[in-house]
């Protein structure tokens, strides 16, 4: 079975839609849940650390580590040559060295290892290592790229419609070009992989990925083995974020490679300015588009340009920049339009998945011309998203998938009647007009986001479900647990199923030799496709009881109610525990692999055509900002977001899921601010110096709501995929900042404004306004 | 020897490195791994922990990061990690502690990986509050705790809710007080191997030992000095902590001034400070964290010399002096004369800061004091602007500045305290004077902002003095760490 409808009984004891708190809540509050670096390791446990390249561009010319290698307590320093097998891990290209072999592509880059006897003395014999290179200079900006065609991927473009007919006909054109900052993913717990040796020369790996079938692939692949003698574990990452999607296997590959050639244990943890520079962030963009548009605002003609600051190898880059441009439409109708991506090279780390994968990048610039199109002709920019809306006719997305849900313009219209959007944005007019140095600003922005992965192989995942004769029940599942309640949902899904409570069901750690061939916990189809899969595996189980006792007792197979512990059936009525231990008896099998594969999906990407998407998720959220015009200092002073999660499998992870991703996206947009030196150094390489949102940033007056929908797709109880949407509704933030100093024009001059929008970015905005109503001024006095 | 109480269990330390921090200690020395780490640098507070001392009032309970506190400086103290607070077979939400109970309830841990420390940072606010108190309260205690995952508002209703549980009983502080009753005062000294460790208890002990060890390191509160353990890495032979020396921690309010001991917490002074200077409560809100105010002193901040320390411009403006001691006896310098060069200082290699001596506030007095950063909580300056003078009918007299983020050392500006001496004040008159701070500053470009900016920015948070006169609109954004 690759896929099957799910509703929900209309029933009081569901397990599906409860509050339930996260699976290890009462282990977290107390301490006692293990992250990888709290395991008690083996008396001779050894350490690993990598050696950093001193430079971001040149050739490696010798590395010296004699001296090291006689320091007592230092075991080894290995090297590219030191690697048995595959040198390159790149995960989908080649491209990533996992130790330099010759060229060094950016400031840090791994180019040995040090193997010690403690942490400490191996951090420190991995700066002792002398590293002699030629150096060249860096080139570290993506326009430069741009200029140069320097892609680690090639160009991709996708069309619909006859771009100059649309720009031909069209009353209107604006152009402009945004700047948008990359983020580090600053998970809690950093990098980190512990590795032990097993006694038939295979390797057990405990790692915080979100990948353990990657890494488990690539250790093997790196160390000459098969997949079958390396085992990946993972119970829970103290936070991801995309940051170890990819970028946890290398971490995880040196230290299995010394522990292979020391025969001990090994781990390998990254301090934090480490994890900070040598691991990927999300693409810095830098975009430009031109649209024509009619005397109501409908966008006429669209000419995108994304241009992905990919660092120096194609990591996931090809499909983060292709969901840029995906999303660089967002929820609007563009009528002939043309979205090129570019994935440019520059000398840095490899830019990685980071929660929305491109997605944000590309679907602010359509809040950007919504903005734009709305200061030009002098509108509200509520009006222009609405005319805008994909409706019924107007409904073929740039890559020829046809929207069919549309639900946006009726989010967007409760939204604003429930947070009084229209009297709010007359009062903060009237209080602009008066205000000399604080300016508000009010903004409504929608999103529209594709759930599935693009890449249409990795839609697919497994499952483990064992129940005991004690009637409690074994899960186990092909997801990553890393904060956002995956293995609570999936454990409501097959307490559900069998209609037991939810203590009943157990989660284990992921494990590859419990659910092989996994893709990435990934594009926030954690529980789509590991709920699906999990109640495939009970509902293999469920047939059997039930096909059991209809052999048993004559029973009508469509009498069976299972609810509460019990089974309930025409025959008569047991606990589900006795029918487990009855079965058992009568020698029927109660353990069962679950599959699942999303339906429905294709993609042409030679004519850029198909449906990559198997169902769209959305959510609507209103900012009000203010803004300090003598000093660009902000303040998000009220958010409300009503967002659409389907019939929600836990209203209170969703919840948690929708507000953290808001500020998260927050910060990207306004106080995450990543800096290179200009030898290419990261210079913000620590919390110092890169301020994600604290406590006092969350919005004084936060209203989160759900939406009250269903999906009209099959998903697992016709739920919908939360992990990633919610990110984008911090595009409100960024709106109402320019909101706020387009005041200073009377709502007629759209402000450039960098992202991150730090008081710098905004106090230069400010000063642009300001010049352009003295220029509006001093034009309008000569008339 | 050291000796502290760790939640419910004394424990003495004979051997330990002298760099070794609280958080190494309890993570790779003890098997106590509730504790995390995730920075190191006490910018995250995922390892938050507690620590007790005799107070004025009892045993005071202040949060603290483990991972810049040095394991000898916990000599004496109480020491409370997240595993104290419930039994380790606690396992529905009833059974814990109301702090875990409420984030639990209230769903407000996902990942995980920053909860002990923000339980911590609750459990302190829980020790030092019968009632929930403020929202602002609240924020402030926690805003040097971050969480990538929740977007923190299940925290802040956690915080609300264990108050609304039956009160736990305080099985804290009958322990701790039957602890230091217990204990027999011992020398605070432990060493591995050649290295060592100690804490005098008196000047005169520290100055013999800044003799006999010129190059030990010397440690107060540790939030920047503890860097160059974790992150330099570097292995000093001696460390001598500042914190038990009795002269340092006094704190004496003359007729025309506060004497504040080098080694006294901020969190320990601004009470009394801001009775004086209210003004500054702001910037000192915003200076690090509560967890860092708990354990930063103004000698560190000074002794330490970075142009961007918060509370060198202040002290500029204010006219303060620093009492430094060494082998020949005690001398005052004028805070304006104490910074040479970058991170250069008059201080000799024998002498300590010992107290800083802040004049009491003259009745006409204005202060201003705006700090600018990227980040409103625990953010160090992109610059900070103090500005005091008298003014007497309208006109600005005795105008002393500090600016921070300027220059290589925190300066005042000679050129605006001239350009605003004796001059109305009004906004014609701040927006001219502050063309002039281009003569006195040729601030550098670097991750916080660009050298444009800083002195845009310098030159507009004049005007914002002048707006304030005006009382007539809204001079400031409302966040709520404001």
Redesign the interface.
């Known amino acids: 079975m690759r896929h099957f409808e799910t509703r929900l009984p209309k029933s009081s004891h569901n397990a599906v839609g409860r509050p339930s708190p996260h699976d290890s809540a009462v282990t977290q509050v107390t301490g006692r849940a293990h992250y990888i670096d709290d395991q008690p390791l083996p008396a001779d446990a050894l350490h690993a650390y990598p050696v950093l390249a001193p430079v971001a561009q040149g050739t490696l010319k010798q590395i010296d580590s004699a001296e090291v290698e006689q320091w007592p307590g230092v075991l080894a320093v290995l090297t590219t040559e030191d690697i048995p097998g595959r040198r390159d891990i790149g995960p989908v290209f080649p491209g990533d060295v996992l130790l330099v072999e010759d060229r060094i592509h950016y400031h840090g880059q791994p180019v040995a290892v040090v193997v010690a006897e403690s942490y400490e003395l191996a951090r420190r014999a991995a700066r002792a290592v002398s590293v002699e290179v030629d150096a060249e200079a860096a080139q570290l900006t993506v326009q430069k790229a741009v200029a140069d065609q320097r892609w680690v991927r090639p160009p991709f473009t996708l069309t619909r419609g006859d771009i100059d007919q649309g720009f031909a006909g069209s009353d209107h054109e604006l152009a402009g070009e945004i700047s948008l900052g990359g983020q580090e993913h600053f998970y809690l717990e950093g990098q980190v992989a512990l590795v032990s040796p097993t006694d038939d020369g295979g390797l057990f790996v405990k790692c915080s990925t979100q990948h353990p079938s990657e890494v488990q692939h690539l250790v093997a692949d790196v160390l000459n083995k098969p997949m079958q003698a390396v085992t990946v574990e993972m119970r829970r990452m103290g936070g991801g974020f995309g940051g170890k999607e990819t970028q946890a296997a290398q971490w995880a590959i040196l230290a299995a490679m010394a522990a292979d050639v020391t025969g001990r244990t090994v781990k390998l943890r990254l301090a934090r300015a480490d994890d900070f520079r040598l691991t990927g962030k999300r693409h810095p963009f830098w975009n430009r588009y031109r649209v024509g548009f009619d005397d109501e605002g409908r966008i006429q003609a669209a000419d995108i340009e994304v241009n992905g600051n990919c660092g120096y190898s194609p990591d996931l880059s090809d499909a983060i920049v292709d969901r840029a441009m995906f999303h660089a439409d967002n929820t609007y109708f563009y009528e002939q339009v043309r979205i090129t991506g570019h994935r440019a090279k520059t000398d840095t780390v490899s830019h990685t998945a980071f929660r929305g994968f491109g997605g944000p990048q590309g679907m602010i610039v359509a809040e950007a011309i919504m903005d734009d199109v709305a200061r030009h002709l002098g509108k509200d920019p509520a009006d222009i998203r609405r005319v805008n809306l994909y409706s019924p006719g107007r409904d073929q997305t740039p890559y020829h998938q046809t929207v069919d849900q549309f639900v946006v313009g009726d989010m967007m219209q409760k939204l604003m009647d429930e947070a009084d959007y229209t009297s709010r944005r007359q009062a903060i007019a009237e209080f602009n007009r008066t205000s000399p140095i604080i300016r508000k600003g009010l903004s409504i922005t929608p999103v529209k986001f594709g759930i599935s992965f693009t890449v249409q192989h990795l839609n697919q995942a497994g499952a483990l479900v064992h129940v005991y004769t004690d009637g409690s029940i074994h899960l186990n599942h092909g997801g990553t647990e890393m904060g956002q309640g995956l293995n609570v949902k999936v454990q409501q899904i097959v307490a559900q199923a069998f209609g037991v409570p939810l203590a009943s069901v157990g989660v284990s750690a992921t494990r590859t030799d419990k659910v092989p061939n996994t893709s990435a916990t990934a594009a926030s189809s954690g529980s789509d496709l590991n709920g699906m899969a999990a109640l495939n595996a009970a509902n293999t189980i469920k047939q059997r009881l039930i096909e059991f006792l209809v052999e048993r007792d004559g029973a009508d197979p469509d009498s069976f109610v299972f609810e509460q512990g019990q089974v309930q059936y025409d025959q008569g009525s047991l606990t589900f525990k006795e029918l487990a231990k009855a079965a058992y008896e009568a020698r029927i099998s109660l353990s069962s692999t679950g599959y699942y594969a999303t339906p429905k999906i294709h993609f042409n990407r030679a004519e850029g055509k198909g449906r990559p998407f198997f169902y769209f998720a959305h959510g609507v959220s209103m900012t009000e900002v203010e803004v300090d015009t003598l000093t660009g200092e902000q303040a998000v002073t009220r958010v409300d977001i009503l967002h659409d999660v389907g019939h929600s499998l836990n209203p209170a992870i969703d919840i948690g899921q929708i507000e953290g991703g808001f500020v998260q996206g927050m910060g990207w947009l306004t106080t995450e601010d990543l800096r290179w030196d200009d030898q290419g150094a990261l210079a913000s390489f620590g919390p110092a110096t890169y301020k994600i949102p604290a406590i006092g940033d969350m919005p004084a007056e936060f209203n989160v709501r759900l939406y009250d929908s269903e999906n009209p797709e099959t998903t697992v109880f016709r739920s919908k995929a939360v992990g990633e949407p919610p990110f984008m509704l911090a595009n409100s933030v960024w709106c109402a900042i320019r909101d706020a100093v387009s005041s200073l024009s009377d709502y007629r001059f759209s402000p450039p404004l960098t992202a991150p929008a730090t008081p710098e970015s905004i106090l230069a905005a400010v000063t642009a306004t300001r010049a352009w109503s003295l220029q509006k001024q001093e034009h309008d006095d000569a008339e | 020897m050291i000796t502290f109480l760790l939640n419910q269990t004394p424990v003495q330390i004979h051997e330990a490195a002298p760099s070794l921090s609280v958080l190494d200690w309890l ?1 790779t020395k003890s ?1 106590q ?9 006490g ?2 507070g ?1 390892c938050t922990v507690v620590i007790g001392a005799p107070g004025d009032h009892g045993v005071e309970y202040r949060h603290v990061n483990a991972c810049l506190m040095l394991v000898g400086q916990l000599h004496g103290k109480h020491l409370i ?3 104290g ?2 039994e ?1 077979s ?4 009833e059974q ?1 502690h109301p ?3 409420a ?3 209230c ?10 420390g923000f ?1 911590m940072s609750m459990f302190a606010l829980y020790m030092n509050f019968d009632q929930c108190p403020p929202r602002d309260t609240v ?1 402030a205690h ?2 040097g ?12 209703d956690a915080c609300e809710r264990m108050y609304e549980y039956p009160r736990s009983s305080d099985t804290f502080r009958p322990a701790a007080q039957a602890f230091f009753d217990a204990r027999q005062p011992t020398p605070a000294v432990m060493s591995e191997g050649p290295r060592q460790f100690t804490a005098p208890e008196s000047l005169a002990e520290l100055l013999k030992l800044r003799q006999q060890w010129p190059d030990a390191r010397l440690i107060a509160g540790g939030t920047d000095l503890s860097l160059a353990f ?2 330099a ?1 570097e292995t000093p032979a001696q460390v001598i902590s500042l914190t038990d020396v009795a002269e340092l921690q006094q704190m004496t309010e003359h007729n025309d001034c506060l004497e504040i001991g080098a080694a006294v917490s901020y969190e320990r002074f601004l009470p009394t400070l801001l009775q004086h200077y209210q003004e500054a409560e702001e910037m000192f809100h915003r200076l690090g964290s509560k967890q860092i105010r708990h354990s930063g002193t103004l000698g560190g901040s000074l002794g330490n010399a970075s142009p961007i320390g918060d509370p060198a411009p202040l002290l500029l403006a204010l006219q303060a002096d620093l009492q430094l001691v060494g082998p020949g006896g005690s001398r005052w310098v004028p805070v304006s004369e104490f910074f040479l060069a970058y991170r250069e200082t008059v201080l000799k290699d024998d002498e300590v800061i010992a107290s800083v001596r802040v004049p009491k506030r003259r009745p006409s007095q204005a202060l201003y004091c705006y700090k ?1 950063s ?7 300056s ?1 610059v900070l602007l103090v500005l005091s003078f008298d003014i007497t009918d309208g006109h600005m007299h005795n105008v002393r500045s500090g600016f921070g983020g300027m220059a290589a050392i925190p300066m005042s500006s000679e050129s605006l305290n001239a350009a605003l001496e004796g001059q109305p004040l009004t906004l014609d008159t701040l927006e001219q004077a502050g063309q002039v701070l281009a003569d006195d500053f040729n601030p550098m470009s ?5 050298r444009q ?1 800083r002195l ?2 310098c030159q ?2 004049l ?2 003095v002048g ?1 304030e006169q005006q009382a007539m ?10």
């Open positions: 993570r098997a791994r509730g504790t995390k780490e995730g920075c190191a640098s910018d995250c995922a990690t997240v595993e607070l419930s380790p606690a396992q529905t939400p814990l702090v875990q109970r984030m639990v309830e769903h407000g841990s996902q990942c995980g990986f920053c909860t002990p339980i924020i926690l805003g705790n971050l969480c990538r995952c929740t977007g923190y508002r299940p925290i802040l974790t992150q890495l600018i990227k980040r409103i909580e625990d953010d160090i992109t670097d991750v916080r902002a660009t900016y845009q920015v507009n948070l005007l914002r707006y609109a809204q001079v400031r954004i409302q966040h709520a760490a404001l």
